[in-house]
């Protein structure tokens, strides 16, 4: 029996909706996470909806599937996942916050900070490192596949310390 594997698909700048149709239409699992974002241009305000992580789209593809999408010249290269199920859950703590009104933006993935559950507020049950910039806390979500990260403002109170 064949199965399908998943991939990181790093593409080429402004291309990662185009991938996302691309593998709509080829009926393939995909994942593309977007952010809204509200601006205004001459006193009229703009939504969009932009990627979470910029160049990149989440995939599980057979070979000749892969070959296919490669063939579209949007593709810079294609990245296996050696840990699906970390992947899938880090992917679904960047889903939850990205559906909060919380403040997010892209951070640096940090390998130093304490790893924390937040226990109330809108991020509730979401898990990462902490951050902190003189009297202001963050909440690091790390994806670590891409080495990105998000970050979003906690409030201290909200956080306690993950046991290992």
């Known amino acids: 029996m064949r199965t399908r594997t998943w991939y990181v698909l ?3 700048p402004r291309t990662e909706k185009r991938v996302d149709e691309r593998l709509a239409i080829m009926c393939v699992f995909h994942y593309l996470p977007l952010v809204r974002k509200e601006t205004r241009v001459q006193r009229r305000k703009i939504v969009r909806h932009l990627p979470v992580f910029p160049g990149y789209v989440f ?5 000749e599937e892969r070959i296919t999408i490669l063939g579209t010249q949007w593709i810079v290269r294609t990245i296996p996942v050696t840990n699906p199920r970390r992947m899938i859950h ?3 703590q960047v889903e939850h916050a990205s559906r909060l009104p919380a403040d997010l933006r892209l951070a640096e993935s940090f390998s130093a900070g304490e790893y924390v559950k937040v226990v109330s507020g809108p991020l509730r049950g979401l898990e990462g490192q902490v951050k902190r910039i003189g009297s202001q806390t963050s909440l690091v979500l790390t994806v670590d596949i891409l080495g990105r990260a998000l970050e979003a403002a906690v409030a201290p109170g909200d956080l306690e310390p993950l046991r290992p």
């Open 59 to 63: 995939t599980r593809l057979f070979p």
């Open 10 to 12: 790093h593409v080429k």
């Open 90 to 92: 880090q992917l679904r």
